[in-house]
């Protein structure tokens, strides 16, 4: 059975043992949540479409779950606002190893946000016909 926290034996009753703000925040085993708004779903992408922001880094890699790659953008909105995409699709993928070969790891402005594709794909092994998205950086 896990060890219990001393934030589940919290006793309101002292209230005025508890440390301060700072004691805590400034504690090296607080742990903090992503500060990274995500965007991994197409209806969350969608809402990145005409909306200008700058990819400030990126990391890709391979999923054994999904055959596939996968990209993350960490990136700034026009109103400072940071987030992340999270894409498993080739459009963004290959923009952002076409943009790296280019030109190494600099940032790279999106003036128009994410552009979005609608599309019908097939099933190669079953030939069944489905709509798709892909999203591209614009």
Not at 16 to 42: G, H, Q
Request: net charge negative; hydrophobic share 35%.
């Amino acid at each position: 059975m896990p060890k219990t926290s001393e934030v589940t034996k919290f006793n309101p009753a002292n209230v005025d043992k508890l440390p301060s703000f700072n004691e805590i925040a400034n504690s090296p085993v607080v742990a903090e949540l992503d500060p990274w708004t995500a965007y991994r779903s197409k209806d969350e992408k969608a809402k990145l479409v005409g909306k200008p922001f700058v990819v400030l880094a990126w990391e890709s890699g391979s999923l054994s779950s999904y055959e596939g790659d996968y990209v993350v953008l960490y990136c700034v909105g026009e109103d400072d606002r940071k987030f992340k995409v999270i894409d498993t699709g080739v459009g963004i993928n290959e923009q952002i190893a076409n943009h790296e070969s280019a030109n190494g790891t600099r940032p790279l402005l999106c003036r128009n946000g994410l552009s979005r594709s609608d599309y019908d794909f097939t099933d190669p092994a079953t030939g069944k016909v489905s709509k798709a998205t892909t999203f591209y950086l614009a």
